[in-house]
């Protein structure tokens, strides 16, 4: 009786193994696919920042150009 429950026991371990062996299988299969995806979202957030600081340097020029004026108007 114990070398039966023995056997299923080994049984299931084997299952398991099998199991947890062809999902890391899936998961290194999978590694590609997240390192593509992510690597796209850091090239979208790179062009972002680019923009954002091409924005960055006209708004500073208008607003010291702005501020200029206004110190112009105000000496007189």
Do not use: G
């Not at 924005?55 to 702005?66: G, P």
Request: include cysteine; charged fraction near 40%; charge should be negative.
């Amino acid at each position: 009786m114990k070398d039966f429950e023995l056997e299923n026991l080994l049984k299931e371990v084997k299952e398991l193994l099998i199991e947890i062996k062809n999902e890391q299988k899936n998961v290194v299969e999978d590694i590609p696919l997240y390192y593509k995806a992510n690597a796209d979202k850091v090239d979208k957030i790179i062009e972002f920042c680019k923009v954002a600081d091409v924005i960055n340097r006209t708004s500073e020029k208008r607003i010291s150009k702005i501020e200029k004026l206004l110190y112009d108007v105000f000496e007189k």
